[in-house]
């Protein structure tokens, strides 16, 4: 049997009338990253609070490593770590400085403190920048020094709650490559976000929930098997082919292909059973397909499910609707 890092059963919170997590089970296998998917308002913050042990659960039960979050808080706290939604560092010290306090909050010793920060600024492309108040980083950069100063003592745990929300897509990369850093050095991660991909990216299974409540739970594959492959989008360089090249591509795949608003754009929709190769498959098949028409092709993007269409096949509404939560 796998050692569990969380386990929760029936875990409940509610803030007036809402019932911002509304009987949650998870079992997160330690090891790996833990991926909790959902929407504005969804719960996810909140649940990761209780499971941190910095709200108290108003229903259920959750343990981490065994240890129950309320009977046991002190323990749990020293094991977790929790890199929050909005960040924790003081915006008028440097880098250098954060990390060095916290080091010494943490009870290290002041060389072991600087040689440590030293370590994690370099490991986080954060060197140059060292010396530099907080309030002068940029987006990445702050998500960056966030992170680094929630692993200054290495958690058996850590919590991310949605490290990559806002960043531009070279900061994301940068920040899962921070991530796959901090599972392979042993620590487990439950990793909260808005995007599929980023759950697909970097976690090992799934929950994705909704109202407080988790809808489906499983491996990225699965997940996105319910949903279908996704999208092939094509926009052609003279909308007088487009009637031709939507011929070719729905006798090429078989799917719905559908004219945009846009007269040289058109999308088929992709239900294969899995898997990225078979939509990439799919993909080649009708390009090569369009070249032999004829049909001059100014663009060609192969698009994975968005949240959106997840919801959309599981709850029948968007992810969106319920945004002004
Ligand atoms: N302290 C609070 N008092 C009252 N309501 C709260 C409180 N914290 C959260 N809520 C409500 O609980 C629900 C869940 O909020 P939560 O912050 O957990 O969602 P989330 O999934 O983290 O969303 P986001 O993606 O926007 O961060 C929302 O309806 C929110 O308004
Ligand atoms: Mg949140």
Do not use: C
């Not at 920060?117 to 010396?131: C, I, K, M, P, Q």
């Not at 920040?175 to 796959?180: G, H, L, P, Q, Y």
């Amino acid at each position: 049997m796998t050692e569990l890092a969380i386990e929760t059963s029936g875990l409940v919170k509610i803030f007036g009338k809402t019932r911002a997590v509304d009987g949650v089970d998870l079992a997160v296998p330690a090891g790996s990253v833990y991926g909790v998917l959902g929407p504005n308002g969804a719960g996810k913050t909140t649940a990761v609070k209780m499971l941190a042990t910095l709200l108290r659960p108003d229903g259920g039960q959750a343990t981490v490593f065994g240890h129950d979050v309320v009977r046991e808080a002190d323990t749990v706290r020293s094991l977790v770590s929790l890199t929050g939604q909005y960040a924790s560092v003081d915006e008028d010290l440097s880098g250098t400085e954060n990390l060095v306090l916290i080091a010494r909050l943490l009870g290290h010793r002041k060389p072991a403190a600087r040689d440590r920060s030293a370590a994690l600024l370099e490991a986080f492309g954060l060197t140059d920048a060292a010396d530099r108040q907080v309030k002068n980083y940029s987006g990445g950069m702050r998500r960056r020094i966030d992170i680094a100063a929630s692993i200054l003592r290495t958690p058996e745990l850590l919590f991310l709650d949605e490290p990559t929300t806002g960043l531009d897509p070279r900061s994301r990369n940068q920040v899962w490559d921070i991530v796959r850093i901090i599972v392979a050095q042993g620590t487990t991660v439950m990793l909260t976000t808005q995007y599929l991909d980023e759950a697909d990216h970097l976690a090992s299974r799934i929950a994705v929930i909704d109202h407080g409540r988790v809808i489906a739970e499983g491996t990225p594959g699965e997940l996105k098997a319910s949903v279908g492959a996704g999208s092939i989008q094509v926009r052609l360089r003279d909308a007088a082919q487009r009637e031709e090249a939507l011929r070719v591509l729905s006798s090429v795949l078989g799917e719905a292909v559908r004219p945009e608003a846009d007269p040289v754009a058109l999308t088929a929709q992709l239900s294969g059973e899995d898997s990225d190769r078979e939509a990439a498959e799919q993909a080649s098949r009708a390009l090569a397909a369009l070249a032999a028409a004829g049909v001059v092709v100014d663009n060609f993007a192969l698009g994975q499910p968005t949240l959106d269409e997840v919801f959309l096949a599981l709850t029948d509404h968007p992810a969106t609707e319920e945004a002004a939560a």
